[in-house]
C-alpha cells in the first residue's frame, strides 16, 4: 500500500500532468486559429497592379528549346458509325470549318503556318456555344481555371476559345478595358527580365527591342488591358508557341492561337470591357 505523503505525492503529479496537457491544448487550439485565420484571408496581391511588373512580360520563344509533343495513336476501330460506308472510307479527322479556320494564314506580309490540329486538344479551338451571364455583348471573359476566354453575344451565346495562361504566381485578375489593339506588335522586355535572361540581350531596349514576326512572343495581335485608366502590364496575344494553349506556363499574360486572336481582334470593340476570374 501508498503511504499518505506517497499517494499525495502521486496526486500532485498527475494533476500537473492534466494541467501541461489543457495548456498544451489551448497553446495548439490558439496556434490552429491563427493558422486558420492565414488560411482564409483574401489574397488581394493578384488584383495589385502595383506588385504585378514584369512577371506577366511574355518569355522569348525559341522553336529550338519546344519540345515536340508525343504522337498520338490514330484509333483504328470506330465504335461512334457502324455502317459498311463509315469503316470503308471512315470520316475526317476533323471539321472541315476547322482546317479553314486553323490553315495557313497570310496577313500583313507575314505567313502565318497552319495548327497542326492533329496535336492540340479540340475542346480549345474556336466555336460558338450557349453561355448564361450577366455581362454585357462584347465583354470579353477570361476563366484562367477552365483556359478558355469567352466574347460574349446577345441570346445568350458566346464565341469560345481556348487559351494559355501563367503558372501559379504569374496570374491577374479583375475587372479592366481593352485600351488599345495592335496588329503584329513590337516587343521590348524590361531591363529587369533582360538581367533575369541575358540571352535576352541582343533585344533589349538598349537594342531596339524585337520587331513584329513569327517568333515575336507577342504574336500576330495583341491586346492592351488598362485598369482606372493604369497599364496593368496584363495582355491578350497570339503566340508562335501554339502548343502552350490550354497550359499554365510561362509568365501570366494570355495567349491564344494566332489565328484566334487575329479572330478576337476584329470582333472586339474600342473600350471593350474586360473580366479575368
Avoid at 502565318?112 to 486538344?121: M, N
Avoid at 475587372?175 to 488599345?180: D, K, P, Y
Avoid at 488591358?225 to 502548343?243: A, C, E, M, S
Wanted: hydrophobic residues 35%; contains cysteine.
Amino acid at each position: 500500500m501508498l503511504s499518505k505523503r506517497s499517494s499525495q505525492q502521486f496526486l500532485s503529479a498527475g494533476a500537473g500532468a492534466r494541467a501541461r496537457r489543457l495548456v498544451g491544448l489551448a497553446s495548439g487550439t490558439a496556434l490552429l486559429s491563427v493558422l486558420s485565420g492565414c488560411l482564409f484571408v483574401t489574397d488581394t496581391s493578384r488584383m495589385n497592379i502595383d506588385v504585378f511588373q514584369d512577371e506577366v512580360a511574355p518569355v522569348y520563344y525559341d522553336p529550338a528549346r519546344v519540345q515536340p509533343a508525343d504522337p498520338q495513336p490514330v484509333p483504328q476501330k470506330r465504335e461512334l458509325y457502324t455502317t459498311q460506308f463509315h469503316q470503308t472510307y471512315g470520316l475526317p479527322v476533323s471539321n472541315p470549318l476547322h482546317r479553314v479556320m486553323y490553315g495557313t494564314i497570310r496577313d500583313d506580309g507575314h505567313t502565318l503556318p497552319a495548327i497542326p490540329l492533329d496535336r492540340v486538344d479540340r475542346s480549345y479551338l474556336r466555336q460558338e456555344i450557349d453561355y448564361s451571364t450577366n455581362e454585357a455583348p462584347g465583354t470579353i471573359v477570361v476563366d484562367t481555371k477552365a483556359r478558355y476566354l469567352y466574347l460574349v453575344q446577345a441570346g445568350g451565346k458566346a464565341i469560345r476559345y481556348g487559351v494559355g495562361i501563367g503558372r501559379d504566381g504569374f496570374s491577374w485578375s479583375g475587372r479592366g478595358t481593352i485600351q488599345t489593339k495592335q496588329k503584329w506588335p513590337h516587343w521590348t522586355p524590361s531591363n529587369e527580365m533582360v538581367a533575369r535572361q541575358p540571352d535576352l540581350r541582343p533585344i533589349s531596349a538598349e537594342e531596339g527591342g524585337l520587331e513584329a514576326g513569327l517568333n515575336n512572343p507577342l504574336g500576330a495581335r495583341a491586346l492592351y488591358i488598362y485598369q482606372d485608366g493604369k497599364d496593368t502590364l496584363y495582355r491578350v496575344h497570339g503566340t508562335p508557341d501554339w502548343q502552350s494553349v490550354g497550359k499554365a506556363t510561362s509568365s501570366g499574360c494570355v495567349r491564344m492561337f494566332n489565328q484566334d486572336v487575329i479572330d478576337l481582334y476584329d470582333r472586339v470593340g474600342a473600350k471593350a470591357p474586360i473580366v479575368v476570374i
